[in-house]
């Protein structure tokens, strides 16, 4: 009897409950195990069998074979910090790491790649006692496991020695006598291991060659396709036949042995044989049928979507039971969520929730900054999932090709902030000149460079000092900028309020711990000013927020919601510097030097307070809903919305979000 193989079940054979065959009468072989591999030891964890692997498991499929490949990849590419973290996960107890206290792994900064040497030494040099759990610096024990790790292939041995132990150390001793140190990685790939079952007592999973040395009376065997079983010769030959004939060369080819394994399978199993082939590929392309099967009757053909007669594991049967399957919880949430997903109407599943839920109020009760405002008037349901549910996403500590605009933006403000608190040490950015200017600027662009390349992740070299180049420019630009110059002016940047932490110990305007809150609307704020110029007099300030993107195409006033901080920051000065002072705010873009001025500051923020006070209310009512940033293009939490959310979920959802919303959905009209 021919047959294709199911999807699942194809373990599962009935002889084993009616009690016709015991685990030990059963076999599963082909010709090429190695593209089934995987697929079984899935199988054989789901269905919870003892599914013996007679030409044995990769050592990569066990703990032990993953903390030797985890080594082996700092050893063959390098040492940077995934790498790292990912053998501390595997070798916790090795002797390196033994000394290190728990939670060590705290002291890497988490979007460092730490690739290079160079990092390490600056990220140790930097390291103090209180950084450490414990309160001891044990920067030495860390520094010494680096550079261990460092010392690439030509120290392989001593390293394995070092921080591996047991099995994991015998695997990689055997892994370095089968093949060079360069490649162990390649190598630990190819190594196979007994997978610890008794052939005796369990069904087995065989090449064909074993299967035929070692009959069994029930037998399954896959992969009969064309060029598959039989296998073809894969290599040219270099020697032609009339120099050397093939039977001399090769006296027994692979097809042959193929097809000799497969009529001694025939021939001694005793009860059963099932021949399997597959229609399709992985790929979908059609395969031929194996000659093997031209003398072996008519095919039974069994669908993938098949309901099976006899389940294999948990999975299997409940696939097997759709109304059964149905009634379990996540089966009926799941398609719960999905019929929601598709009605235009605002359902619990699009961020309705119960009015003054504790969670919603706990939220709303924190001080804010620009930007949670801004997501709480444009995203209502991107602010709960990040502020009540903690979400993020997840950052690559790889080292990127560019930095994106916020990484871009984040340099241009640390250049700023470093020149601008050196000139103001001097004789202050008002009296300075051009040259003094890219002296400070440069100056800041080096201490930075270096502290960035310590904790974040860099371009590549040339990228870097492009990126840097553009970086010093925009600073020069930023602080050469005068179009409002105040008298005896007095610059500070980076100046925290509402109880933000100063990022150095310059003088600063005001205490900084002095709460901050928007009249009429419930919301304290806080946050870092970019810059604040103060008059020699105290009666004039100057309140500019730094934008490293391109200048809108027209002037801007709230910018549909997006633009809150010149207002927001122009109330804080106020309010923390009093009521006498003349406020300006401004959004000044460097790259084109294009200073954009608010107009009315005290009329927006009274717009802003309405809107604000609306979405505080709308909220606290069960309406964390989707707004016109949902599903955006900078929307950092698309993931969690459906498949294509912007061009179709957002779309359907909006109207019936916006009705809800209701007056506090007229700020994304707003200019």
């Not at 916790?92 to 030494?121: I, K, M, Y």
Request: glycine fraction near 8%.
């Amino acid at each position: 009897m021919v047959q294709a193989p199911p999807v699942t079940g194809s373990l599962y054979w009935p002889h084993l409950p009616s009690g016709q065959a015991t685990p030990s009468d059963i076999a599963v072989a082909t010709a090429s195990p190695a593209d089934y591999d995987d697929h079984f030891l899935a199988l054989r964890a789901d269905a919870n069998i003892d599914l013996h692997f007679v030409h044995g498991v990769k050592a990569v499929t066990t703990r032990e074979g993953q903390a030797a490949a985890a080594l082996a990849d700092i050893v063959v590419r390098g040492l940077s910090q995934s790498r790292l973290r990912r053998l501390v996960a595997l070798c916790r107890d090795s002797a390196p790491f033994e000394a290190l206290p728990d939670g060590w792994l705290r002291v890497l900064p988490t979007d460092a790649p730490l690739s290079t040497p160079n990092a390490w030494s600056r990220l140790l040099v930097n390291l103090k006692p209180e950084d450490w759990p414990d309160g001891v610096d044990h920067s030495p024990a860390l520094r010494a496991a680096a550079a261990l790790l460092a010392k690439g292939p030509d120290a392989a041995p001593g390293i394995g020695d070092a921080f591996l132990k047991g099995r994991t150390l015998a695997m990689w001793r055997k892994a370095l006598l089968a093949g060079p140190a360069a490649s162990i990685d390649a190598t630990l790939e190819t190594l196979k291991q007994d997978d610890g079952l008794e052939a005796c007592v369990s069904v087995a999973w065989m090449p064909a060659s074993a299967l035929a040395a070692s009959p069994r009376r029930f037998v399954r065997l896959l992969g009969l396709n064309s060029s598959r079983w039989p296998r073809g010769i894969a290599e040219d030959r270099l020697i032609p036949d009339h120099i050397i004939p093939t039977a001399e060369l090769d006296p027994l080819p692979v097809a042959l042995a193929d097809r000799r394994d497969f009529e001694t399978i025939l021939a001694t199993t005793s009860s059963e044989v099932v021949l399997s082939r597959a229609r399709r590929d992985s790929e979908g392309r059609l395969l031929g049928r194996s000659p093997l099967l031209a003398r072996h009757g008519e095919e039974i053909y069994l669908r993938r979507n098949a309901v099976p007669v006899h389940a294999f594991s948990e999975t299997d049967r409940l696939m097997a039971r759709p109304l059964e399957f149905s009634a379990e919880a996540q089966a009926v949430s799941a398609q719960g969520c999905w019929r929601d997903w598709r009605r235009s109407e605002i359902t619990g599943h699009d961020g309705l929730v119960r009015v003054n839920h504790p969670l919603i109020l706990a939220i709303l009760a924190r001080t804010q900054s620009a930007s949670s405002l801004q997501r709480l008037l444009r995203n209502p349901l991107s602010f709960v999932w990040v502020y009540a549910f903690g979400w993020r996403a997840p950052e690559s500590s790889a080292e990127p090709l560019v930095l994106d605009a916020l990484g871009v933006g984040d340099l241009v403000h640390m250049v700023l902030d470093r020149a601008l608190r050196d000139l103001e040490s001097a004789d202050g950015l008002a009296s300075a000149g051009a040259e003094t200017i890219t002296a400070a600027v440069d100056r800041a662009a080096g201490f930075i460079a270096a502290d960035w390349e310590s904790g974040r992740a860099v371009p590549p070299t040339i990228i870097w000092r492009r990126t840097l180049d553009d970086s010093r420019l925009m600073a020069s630009r930023a602080l050469s900028y005068g179009d409002d110059l105040l008298p005896g002016a007095r610059s500070y940047g980076e100046v925290p309020f509402g109880g933000s932490e100063p990022k150095s110990d310059a003088e600063m305007p005001w205490d900084p711990s002095a709460p901050v809150t928007i009249p009429e609307t419930g919301f304290s704020i806080a946050g870092y000013i970019d810059r604040l110029d103060v008059s020699g007099d105290g009666k004039r300030a100057l309140v500019r927020d730094y934008k490293t993107g391109r200048p809108p195409r027209t002037a801007i006033r709230l910018n549909g919601g997006r633009e809150l901080q010149r207002c927001l920051y122009a109330f804080a000065v106020k309010a923390l510097l009093g009521d006498d002072v003349a406020i300006s705010a401004s959004l000044l873009f460097p790259r084109e030097q294009i200073d954009l001025q608010l107009e009315d500051p005290e009329a927006v923020l009274a717009e802003i307070s309405t809107f604000l006070h609306g979405a505080r209310i709308s909220l606290a009512g069960g309406a964390a809903l989707p707004g016109p940033d949902t599903g955006g293009d900078y929307d950092d939490l698309a993931f969690a919305l459906p498949a294509n959310a912007s061009a179709t979920y957002c779309i359907r959802k909006l109207p019936a979000a916006t009705e809800r919303l209701g007056d506090v959905a007229q700020i994304w009209e707003a200019e």
